[in-house]
């Protein structure tokens, strides 16, 4: 684990005390039984989500991302953090971005099209932000979609927590998924970064126990990377 950030152990914290982040027993869309769960559902009020917004917008700066002119949330999870990161990056670093987001259906009346939000331009360069990549499908789908618009710059994805899980392959899914895209991926934190961080008494209230430390080694050794 690298050291981590104020803001990146603030966010973890963050993700304990909105209910984001909880440990147990949970059975993932693939079938896996893991001891944690990510739910960014939670960030359903709005200190939550404006929390939130701050943590992508710092983490956005703190890599080097902020000359961008527009932030997009693919629908729907993406849609309340684009909007948050966008203001927040306004707001707290006073850089004037737009957001976007697509539709899940193309609009044929009104404000036609299936991108709502700041439209897309030829050199627009934006980030993406997400909650959580498994197996990247949304962004297989969404990318493609954004370059048949226009032929926008990439400088990034952004999201809330690398699972560190593998992919087909031996490298993790984001990793995976970075190649394919050819778009560099940067999450906030790590579960790696977690583990370490909640084994030890920490600002969250909540110290792992050493079951559940175990748990969680034994599945990241069946699964991660």
């Known amino acids: 684990m690298a050291d981590l950030s104020d803001y990146q152990r603030e966010f973890i914290d963050f993700l304990i005390h ?26 359903n009020s709005g200190p939550r989500i404006a929390a939130a917004g701050r943590y992508y917008a710092n983490h956005i700066v703190e890599k080097g991302l902020s000359a961008i002119d527009t932030v997009f949330g693919p629908a729907y999870k993406g849609i309340p953090l684009a909007v948050a990161t966008a203001t927040a990056l306004c707001t707290d670093h006073g850089i004037d971005v737009g957001f976007s987001f697509d539709r899940k259906e193309e609009k044929a009346h009104g404000d036609k099209g299936q991108i709502v939000g700041r439209q897309l331009e030829a050199g627009q360069r934006m980030v993406l932000v997400e909650d959580v990549i498994t197996a990247g499908t949304t962004f297989r789908s969404i990318i ?22 593998r992919g087909t392959g031996a490298a993790s899914a984001i990793d995976e998924l970075s190649e394919t895209m ?7 934190v790590t579960i790696h970064d977690i583990r370490a961080y909640l084994s030890a008494p920490n600002a969250s209230g909540l110290t792992l126990s050493s079951s559940l430390q175990d748990r969680i080694d034994a599945y990241l050794a069946a699964y991660g990377v």
């Open 18 to 43: 909105s209910e984001v982040l909880t440990f147990g027993a949970f059975t993932t869309k693939s079938g896996r039984e893991t001891p944690y769960f990510i739910n960014t559902g939670n960030f």
């Open 144 to 165: 493609p979609l954004i370059q048949g618009i226009a032929a926008v710059e990439f400088a990034g994805i952004v999201i809330s927590v690398d699972r560190c899980e």
């Open 182 to 188: 050819g778009i560099p991926i940067f999450p906030i």
